[in-house]
């Protein structure tokens, strides 16, 4: 394992998920990326000043993948392999904008790996994150194009409203997502930060909606995403949540994004804690 001395440009192309997201321009130098994120309304959840977690997902997938793209060789580009999230503090609307800074660690081969951080407004931590990444033969071609427009942001409905609920049962839980160009990296697939998004957002309501005691709820204090295949977003996804373990402080979760032909493209494993008292974060 090493880390190369000299690290790639990344060109960043600010796509429609970056724009109903409120993510602004990546900006890399050396091998550090860092961006930010001003919250919308869209991805608060409903009726609290809670926003959903996994709404950074494009944040954290975009910062923490442009950190690992400096490390490519000439003549590659990457695609996001595994991005595990720890999370810290909670993410509510008094966050105020969010910034995310990722560095290249190493490179072994093909694989890349970065790591860094979210904090909010106010300097505290919200979330460390890493990333492994898929290097490939290819270019940033796909990335030298016009932005999307700022209309696009008209695009994003609440994220409540993308996961519709199909079935529930003690254990188990299926939800429809709901697909359009909000969703899509620049080569039409389902971005990185989308299935991050959705299964954070999956395991958690699953599970909340599974729990009797109403006065109790859950965060998520960890995700880990493993990328499968492209997601095709001709037609919505099925999303399924299966519970691995449950206690009265944490419950384990996976969560499957699947294709029409039920081919999987994200499996995401997710952890919960209980959220009673409050975070202490430094």
Known sequence: MHTLAAQLPVPFYRGVPEVTFGVDMVSTAGGQACATMTPTAAIAVAGSDVLHQGALGILIDDTSAYAALTGRSPRQWGVSSVINVDFHAPVTSSSGRFESQAGFISRTGDWGFAAGTVRDGHGALIATVDQRMRYLPGDSSVHEKPWAPLRAADTLPPLDDILQPVH???????????????????????????????????????????????????????????????????????????????????????????????????????????????????
Not at 168 to 177: I, T
Not at 180 to 208: D, F, K, Q, T
Not at 252 to 281: F, K
Request: hydrophobic share 45%; net charge neutral; aromatic share 6%.
């Open 168 to 282: 529930r049962e003690a254990r188990r839980a299926e939800f429809r997502l709901q697909t359009g160009p909000h969703l899509a990296n620049p080569l039409g697939a389902m971005h990185g930060g989308i299935g991050l998004c959705v299964s954070e957002m999956a395991a958690r309501v699953a599970w909340n909606e599974m729990v009797a005691d109403e006065g109790v709820s859950f965060h998520t204090s960890n995700l880990r995403t493993t990328y499968v295949r492209p997601g095709d977003l001709s037609h919505d996804l099925d999303v399924r949540v299966q519970v691995v373990h449950a206690s009265r402080s944490f419950v384990v979760l996976e969560v499957a994004i699947l294709n029409r032909d039920a081919m999987p493209v994200v499996i995401a494993l997710s952890t919960l804690h209980r959220s009673d008292g409050e975070w202490v974060v430094r």
